[in-house]
């Protein structure tokens, strides 16, 4: 499997060793459960469905003996990887990695709402002298004349910032604790705090 795992991103800290400071993220990666096994022949190709999070399954009213399937919060496919065996109910945890490997997060960027040129993409404004009073933050000439008439698709401009899928790769663990499904990573991952967040090992070498 792309081997991984799925996790909540709990927010950043230190770490202190070997005479430096580390700014690290600490996230609670797993439990998860494999729920589902998806095959080339009955699906066109093979992952595995992990749950995460599980949701303690209400009651129904007078059912007081049975216990229905456990219920998760988030539940996310991985691609498996040829002759790699995985078993529906099988359980993964931190003690997948370990310190020193290199992993990519993927996670859902922060949503910043509408934003202008200069805060989604550091443009840097207009002259702030020679009499210049209302142009600071503007974009500047979006289009040309004639030739071509028109704005280019993919321009530059204002608009909505953030809440996207983002992969950051090469990061490495510092930490992997499987007693208390605690993951520290180092520097900052995408996402926002208590957001959800895939964590595989590196496919890109680092450079």
Known sequence: MTEG???KKLGMTQVFGE????AVTAIEAGPCTVLQIKTEEKDGYRAAKLGFGEIAAAKKKGDKKKKS???FKYMRELLLEAGQKVEAGQKIDVSLFKAGDLV???G??????????????????GPKTHGQSDR???????????????VYKGLRMAGHMGDQ?????????VQADPARNLLLLEGAVPGMTNGLVIIRKSQRGKK
């Open 5 to 7: 795992i799925l996790g």
């Open 19 to 22: 005479g430096r400071t580390r």
């Open 69 to 71: 399937a456990p219920k």
């Open 104 to 106: 990519e997060v993927i």
């Open 108 to 125: 859902i960027s922060k949503g910043k709402g509408f934003a202008g040129g200069v805060k989604r993409y550091h443009f840097r404004g």
């Open 136 to 150: 600071w933050r503007a974009p500047g000439s979006v289009g040309s004349n004639t030739s071509p008439g028109r």
């Open 165 to 173: 899928r983002v992969t950051v790769s090469n990061i490495a663990v």
